[in-house]
């Protein structure tokens, strides 16, 4: 899906760039601002309200992807956001090989773990959550959220 899709929403100048020179966030706080702007100007272009909910819903499915990303993935290797139809379109993509994972909230100790809810929580926002194989290694997750 990312090396398909290439409408790229301006980051910030400051931002690292990825190997086809395109800005990319290095923080979850830069993928969220990135989702809000995004949203907020189609929501102008087309003067229509934009739903505060589905936006958080959106900004929050960023957060996590990208957070995943650094955490679990050796860091964000390039990043899209656009708004499609009647939702946001987010891809991010990694270094790594590995799918995400849903752990059970109790180790086999019966000890309650920490962390583990952010794939659970972009596939509870979103509509569509594709993996994808990128052909030079890593993946890509792209996570379509509806906005109404």
Not at 37 to 44: P, S
Not at 71 to 78: A, E, F, W
Request: include cysteine; charge should be neutral; hydrophobic fraction near 35%.
């Amino acid at each position: 899906m990312c090396e398909e899709h290439r409408t790229e929403y301006a980051l910030e100048p400051s931002l690292a760039v990825d190997q086809g020179g395109q800005p990319r966030p290095c923080k979850p706080a830069e993928a969220r601002r990135a989702v809000e702007r995004a949203v907020t100007e189609r929501c102008r272009a087309t003067r229509t309200r934009c739903d505060e909910g589905a936006l958080s819903d959106a900004v929050l499915v960023a957060s996590e992807l990208t957070t995943n990303a650094i955490l679990h993935g050796g860091g964000i290797t390039d990043f899209h956001v656009d708004v499609v139809g009647p939702g946001v379109r987010v891809s991010v993509s990694d270094r790594s090989d590995e799918l995400p994972v849903v752990h059970a909230p109790v180790d086999p100790n019966g000890r309650r773990r920490v962390g583990g809810h952010g794939w659970p929580i972009v596939c509870r926002l979103s509509r569509d959550v594709r993996v994808a194989d990128l052909p030079a290694g890593g993946k890509c997750i792209t996570a379509v959220v509806p906005l109404s």
